[in-house]
Nanobody, 120 residues
Framework: QVQLVESGGGLVQAGKSLRLSCAAS????????MAWYRQAPGKQRELVAA???????DYAGSVQGRFTISRDSAENTMWLQMNSLKPEDTAVYYC??????WGTGDHDYGGQGTKVTVSS
């Protein structure tokens, strides 16, 4: 089983920066891919950025060049550095991890979310 602790959300003015973090703990063999999703009011949840265990990254087009995803595999922690924030980045941001359990195969698990509000 995995526990996720997300932090770093808040209220910020457009053009400013925020850094989200997601720390995974619990009983698992290893964390594989990690990702950030977001859901804005009235919209579907969308992938923001993802990072593999080997460090390969992928970004939504809307955040490319502004957001940077990173991870410390030894600490099972992931970050999302968000720069040049825009009002349309306002959403609840969720951490998702894909992990391998002890003899239970591969699983996905998501966090409770952290709210990001960008004012114009």
């Amino acid at each position: 089983q995995v526990q996720l602790v997300e932090s770093g959300g808040g209220l910020v003015q457009a053009g400013k920066s925020l850094r989200l973090s997601c720390a995974a703990s619990g009983r698992f063999f290893k964390i594989n891919a990690m990702a950030w999703y977001r859901q804005a009011p009235g919209k579907q949840r969308e992938l923001v950025a993802a990072i593999t265990s080997g460090g390969r990254t992928d970004y939504a087009g809307s955040v490319q060049g502004r957001f940077t995803i990173s991870r410390d595999s030894a600490e099972n922690t992931m970050w999302l550095q968000m720069n040049s924030l825009k009002p349309e980045d306002t959403a609840v941001y969720y951490c998702l991890v894909s992990y391998t359990g002890w003899g239970t195969g591969d699983h996905d698990y998501g966090g409770q979310g952290t709210k990001v509000t960008v004012s114009s």
